[in-house]
Nanobody
């Protein structure tokens, strides 16, 4: 059974940092892109970042570019999201996901496995 389990969320002051982790189990995802999405209260789930299967390429939403860094460790079947210079508008539930493709993952429909999410709250 495939499972994606996020961790590392919490409460942080504006300007602070958090590092999210997502551990996958049940199968290897080393051949697939992995990504992070987030959903704030009353808003739709939105793309945050994607890393390709090889880890050579990354893609970011404009709102997080320069502040967030996505990475992966295929040996551990884990994807990370380092979040720096956090802002109150980053407050959301953050979800990791696995794409159906090796080098594509910007749209929700590109992803076929999802975690249950971890809450990130940034206070002003």
């Amino acid at each position: 059974q495939v499972q994606l389990v996020e961790s590392g969320g919490g409460l942080v002051q504006a300007g602070g940092s958090l590092r999210l982790s997502c551990a996958a189990s049940g199968r290897s995802f080393s051949n697939y892109a992995m990504g992070w999405f987030r959903q704030a209260p009353g808003k739709e789930r939105e793309f945050v970042a994607t890393v390709t299967a090889s880890g050579d390429s990354t893609y970011y939403a404009d709102s997080v570019k320069g502040r967030f860094t996505i990475s992966r460790d295929n040996a551990k079947n884990t994807v990370y999201l380092q979040m720096n210079s956090l802002k109150p508008e980053d407050t959301a539930v953050y979800y990791c996901a696995v794409s159906s493709f090796a080098a594509r993952g910007l749209l929700r429909n590109d992803f076929n496995y999802w975690g249950r999410g971890t809450q990130v709250t940034v206070s002003s």
